[in-house]
T-cell receptor, first 114, second 111 residues
């Protein structure tokens, strides 16, 4: 079974600074997708960024970027120029290429300090 | 925009009651999912459905059942609610190979 590990239950960052959230996963598949989701307090879970395993280039979305290390099975999220609205629970997720099921990590709670 | 809605944001039920949680999506997605979210445990899959009337058990199906009579609607049923089913329940939908879209969640309290 696939597992996704987020080893940092809580992180904090000063406003305007950069923070990196860690995620590792375990799989024997070669075709898969990785995701970072954001869940603000009392609000809906939304997709932050997505990475296809076959792509060597790291995905970026504005201030959000990933460091995808396929051999190490590592998928970290970097948030640059942190804003107060970035405060949320962040979940890393894995999906097999031909599968329906997502596997989620336990989440990292990010606090942004003004 | 994809919209996934859930019938209730907050729900309080008594032990032993039958509970229905409903989820509706408006983007013709084939797949629909029910998760349970608990602090420190992340999201755990209860059931998912890949087509009308089709379902598969997830990681924690015990005490739950599901129904999908129409493509856009996926219901989670707690046959006899227990206090250990107090939790946040999230519904999601997607097209195979793409990201999941989530509903706002239902916070269920069983007393």
């Amino acid at each position: 079974a696939q597992t996704v590990t987020q080893s940092q239950p809580e992180m904090s960052v000063q406003e305007a600074e950069t923070v990196t959230l860690s995620c590792t996963y375990d799989t024997s598949e070669s075709d898969y997708y990785l995701f970072w989701y954001k869940q603000p307090p009392s609000r809906q879970m939304i997709l932050v960024i997505r990475q296809e395993a076959y792509k060597q280039q790291n995905a970026t979305e504005n201030r959000f970027s990933v460091n995808f290390q396929k051999a190490a099975k590592s998928f970290s999220l970097k948030i640059s120029d942190s804003q107060l609205g970035d405060a949320a629970m962040y979940f890393c997720a894995y999906r097999r290429g031909t599968g329906n099921q997502f596997y989620f990590g336990t989440g990292t709670s990010l606090t942004v300090i003004p | 925009d994809v919209k996934v809605t859930q019938s209730s944001r907050y729900l309080v039920k008594r032990t032993g009651e039958k509970v229905f949680l409903e989820c509706v999506q408006d983007m013709d997605h084939e797949n629909m999912f029910w998760y349970r979210q608990d602090p420190g445990l992340g999201l755990r899959l209860i059931y998912f459905s890949y087509d009308v009337k089709m379902k598969e058990k997830g990681d924690i199906p015990e005490g739950y059942s599901v129904s999908r009579e129409k493509k856009e609607r996926f219901s989670l049923i707690l046959e006899s609610a227990s206090t250990n089913q107090t939790s946040m329940y999230l519904c999601a939908s997607d097209k195979p190979g793409y990201e999941q879209y989530f509903g706002p969640g239902t916070r269920l309290t069983v007393t």
